[in-house]
């Protein structure tokens, strides 16, 4: 059974630091992309940031591009987000997705097989 198991997540004033980890069980983060995800209220669960199978490569959506950094530590089979000069506007739930065998990254929710449960990050003003 696979299971990805996110935290780190807190309460931070703006232009603070956190850094979320998303430790995988019954999968390997070298088997396919990872990713991570947010859901703010009321809207829609979006893209972050990636990183591919190979490479790695790292990809970010354009709010967080040069805040925020993905990367994966292949012996603890974990991921990390490390997110820096928050804003109030990055506060939402911050899910840990993996895909399965495909190694390339993409934003559409759809594409990603296996979810965490997501950790709370909210950035107050």
């Known amino acids: 059974q696979v299971q990805l198991v996110e935290s780190g997540g807190g309460l931070v004033q703006a232009g603070g630091s956190l850094r979320l980890s998303c430790v995988a069980s019954?999968?390997?983060?070298?088997?396919?992309?990872m990713g991570w995800f947010l859901r703010a209220p009321g809207k829609e669960r979006e893209f972050v940031a990636g990183i591919t199978r190979g490479g790695p490569f790292e990809y970010y959506s354009e709010s967080v591009e040069g805040r925020f950094t993905i990367s994966k530590d292949i012996a603890n089979n974990t991921v990390y987000l490390e997110m820096n000069s928050l804003k109030p506007e990055d506060t939402a739930v911050y899910y840990c997705?993996?895909?399965?065998?495909?190694?390339?990254?993409?934003?559409?929710?759809?594409?990603?097989?296996?979810w965490g449960q997501g950790t709370q990050v909210t950035v107050s003003s």
């Open positions: 019954g999968h390997s983060v070298t088997s396919g992309a």
């Open positions: 997705a993996a895909k399965r065998d495909v190694g390339f990254v993409s934003r559409a929710t759809s594409d990603w097989e296996y």
